[in-house]
């Protein structure tokens, strides 16, 4: 069965840190691109982050570019997502998806129509 699972979400206060993980079982993840995608109560999912299957290239959205930084280890078959500088605004529950045709994160990487797997989401809270 294939299946994401993230973790790592949680309550922090602004300015903190976060590290989401995102594990992947009956399939190899490394043979994929990977997006992380967040979604805000009362808006629309947006792409976050994305990187190759190789994690040789990384996107990120310019709302985290400089704060988030993803990385895989292929052999744990798991990514990750770590957050710096947290604020207010980046609450929200957080998806981990994979895009089964290509190895490089697609022009479009940004949007969810392009990943076929999606995980079920971890909550991250920004508030003090």
């Known amino acids: 069965q294939v299946q994401l699972v993230e973790s790592g979400g949680g309550l922090v206060q602004p300015g903190e840190s976060l590290r989401l993980s995102c594990t992947a079982s009956?399939?190899?993840?490394?043979?994929?691109?990977i997006g992380w995608f967040r979604q805000a109560p009362g808006k629309e999912r947006e792409g976050v982050s994305c990187?190759?299957?190789?994690?040789?290239?990384?996107n990120y959205s310019d709302s985290v570019k400089g704060r988030f930084t993803i990385s895989r280890d292929n052999a744990a078959n798991t990514i990750y997502l770590q957050m710096n500088s947290l604020k207010p605004e980046d609450t929200a529950d957080y998806y981990c998806?994979?895009?089964?045709?290509?190895?490089?994160?697609?022009?479009?990487?940004?949007?969810?129509?392009?990943?076929?797997?999606w995980g079920q989401g971890t909550q991250v809270t920004v508030s003090s």
């Open positions: 990187i190759h299957s190789s994690g040789s290239s990384t």
């Open positions: 009956g399939f190899t993840l490394g043979y994929y691109a």
């Open positions: 998806a994979a895009d089964a045709y290509h190895l490089l994160c697609s022009r479009n990487w940004g949007d969810e129509g392009t990943y076929n797997f």
